[in-house]
């Protein structure tokens, strides 16, 4: 499958690029003097969806439509402009800021950070913006890393000892917070250098087939590919294209 390029985009990436994009938006005009409401933000929204919409965008779940989904875009904003946009003190530092840390020879880390900020009592924090419909578990793939990583780096961009890293889940209205010194920092980097090692080593890559099939841009094309045919948008859209 070398060169191939994915055959769709899904909606919900598409929603959740959308969202993080008015977000951005919210936070810069704040910090340029104004403080937009809500019907502002939501007439940016809607602007935004309907100017990069393209025939790539597929709706994987066959029951769902677009409406559906800008429902949920407008409900996830709608709700976090009024629980915490309107209440938070806090100052921002950068937004989408590029973060990377050298961790050896050859192994860089990169991320994009959503938000770099700075707490009402000075505590840096770093915070990931989450459009998923479920909570994280913690684990180390369930966006555990991200966002303690994000904080190691502006630990090292800025010389300080501690930081907050967080996620926001936006469809839930709520935050996780975690504490990471540089003593973590310094932990979380050789625990990456040991996946990187490990992936190194790994003699094969066995396909893990499983529901994400149905979001894979791919799976027109893998021989292992598992779709239900409830969340065969993508696959019909990949077929009907090749
Ligand atoms: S197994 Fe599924 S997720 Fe992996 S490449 Fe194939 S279609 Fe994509």
Redesign the pocket.
Known sequence: MEGLKESFRSIESYLGSTVHDVLEWLYGERDRGSKPDEQQMLDRFASRWSEGWNDDITIIRIDENQETYLRTGREMLDRFHRETFTRDRSQTVSLEQRLSAPLSDGVVFTGIADRVGRTEQGRLFVVDYKTSRSKGNGSEFSEGLQAPLYAACVLKLHGERVALAGYHYLRHGTTQWRRIDDEQAERLWARVLELVGETESAGDFP????I??AW?G??AH?P???VPDRFAGGLRYAQSTR
């Open positions: 396909a893990r087939p499983g994400l099939c894979c791919f799976n893998c292992a590919a598992e």
